[in-house]
């Protein structure tokens, strides 16, 4: 079955940075786009990021565009999101989900449970 395991989550202060992990299986992870999104409390869920299946594209939300970096291994089947000079807002529960943006929201919450990071002083 397909499954992702996201990681890496936590407090932190603003200005901060934080790298998280998503762990694939179950499909020929090589073979797909990934995403990004986010959900804050009390919100809908939000876009965050995507790389193509051959990691030579990335595109990102303007939120976090220059801030945050988007990088697969394929090797080890994990997902990654680099982020720095973290903000309040960026306050969210984040999930990596497969294909692109369009699909990653309309199905993200399918593929796992999700990593909290909480940007507070």
């Known amino acids: 079955e397909v499954q992702v395991v996201e990681s890496g989550g936590g407090l932190v202060q603003p200005g901060g940075s934080l790298r998280l992990s998503c762990a694939a299986s179950?499909?020929?992870?090589?073979?797909?786009?990934m995403s990004w999104v986010r959900q804050a409390p009390g919100k809908g869920p939000e876009w965050v990021s995507t790389?193509?299946?051959?990691?030579?594209?990335?595109t990102y939300s303007d939120s976090v565009k220059g801030r945050f970096t988007i990088s697969r291994d394929d090797a080890k089947n994990t997902l990654y999101l680099h982020m720095n000079r973290l903000k309040p807002e960026d306050t969210a529960v984040y999930y990596c989900?497969?294909?692109?943006?369009?699909?990653?929201?309309?199905?993200?919450?399918?593929w796992g449970q999700g990593t909290q990071v909480t940007v507070s002083s």
């Open positions: 179950g499909f020929t992870f090589s073979s797909y786009a």
């Open positions: 989900a497969k294909y692109g943006p369009v699909r990653a929201l309309q199905d993200f919450r399918s």
């Open positions: 790389i193509n299946s051959g990691g030579d594209s990335t």
